[in-house]
């Protein structure tokens, strides 16, 4: 019985994410600290998975410092913070064309993007929440499925 166990377990396949994205950092915050934690932890995951690292999000406005906020104010703050980049949506099309499927009857299916979103520390889930939904809603405008997956490296 333990032998079909381990075959079971191999045949399973494993998730891959079509593509890695991270959160982007004020241009403030990046001259403070000369880089963006979230993109190097992408940057280094996408490339020991050799998955493709994708630009998606830019901040829209300086959010000040979220460590001295409340959860509601961080909530807030985070709400209209990010956008998609100029070349976002050309990114977007490109991963979906590679998504296709052919179908029985010769149409072509697409089962939606697999994007995997890094950020350094998860602390109340509004900045991943407010990224994904840029993600979401540029995919929805766009008729291209998308799943956001998020993984960080802390949680405080």
Known sequence: MAHSATHAQQTKPQWRPDAVTYVPVSGERLAERGFNQAERLAVGLAT???????DL????INTTKQSFKSRGERIETMKNAFSINPD????IEGLYKGSHLPTHMGISRAKPI?????DDIYTTGSTLDA??????????HMEIPVNVYTLTLARS
């Open 131 to 140: 990224c994904g939904r840029v993600i979401l809603n540029a995919g929805f």
């Open 88 to 91: 976002g949506t050309k990114l």
């Open 114 to 118: 697999q994007l995997l979103l890094i």
């Open 57 to 60: 999000l830019q901040r829209q």
């Open 48 to 54: 020991a998975c050799r998955l493709p690292i994708v």
